[in-house]
Nanobody, 127 residues
Framework: QVHLLESGGGLVQAGGSLRLSCVVSGRPSSNYAMGWFRQAPGKEREFVATITWNGESTTYADFVNGRFIISRDNAKNTVYLQMNSLKPEDTAVYYC????????????????????WGRGTTVTVAS
């Protein structure tokens, strides 16, 4: 059974940076594509970024606009989200998730294409 544990959230001033981490336990993370999502208060969970199992391909939501970088270290079973130039509208709970193993076609931006989720880490960006 796979478990995901996020960390690295916190309070940061607008324009600042944070690096989120997601440790994968239970199965080697190298087997799966992984994604980051976020959910702001009163809003639906939305896609942020995804990375293939080997890290060779990444995809970002339009709102990222070059500010975030998703990466992974399979030797450490960890996925990262480096967030720079943070804005107050980036305030949300950030979740990492594992792409469904049987879902192999296309780029997985939909919530339903992921089957294991962490509990999230809260990011608050003050203006």
């Amino acid at each position: 059974q796979v478990h995901l544990l996020e960390s690295g959230g916190g309070l940061v001033q607008a324009g600042g940076s944070l690096r989120l981490s997601c440790v994968v336990s239970g199965r080697p993370s190298s087997n799966y594509a992984m994604g980051w999502f976020r959910q702001a208060p009163g809003k639906e969970r939305e896609f942020v970024a995804t990375i293939t199992w080997n890290g060779e391909s990444t995809t970002y939501a339009d709102f990222v606009n070059g500010r975030f970088i998703i990466s992974r270290d399979n030797a450490k079973n960890t996925v990262y989200l480096q967030m720079n130039s943070l804005k107050p509208e980036d305030t949300a709970v950030y979740y990492c998730a594992r792409r469904r193993p049987a879902d192999v076609a296309g780029v997985p931006t939909a919530v339903g294409r992921y089957d294991v989720w962490g509990r999230g880490t809260t990011v608050t960006v003050a203006s």
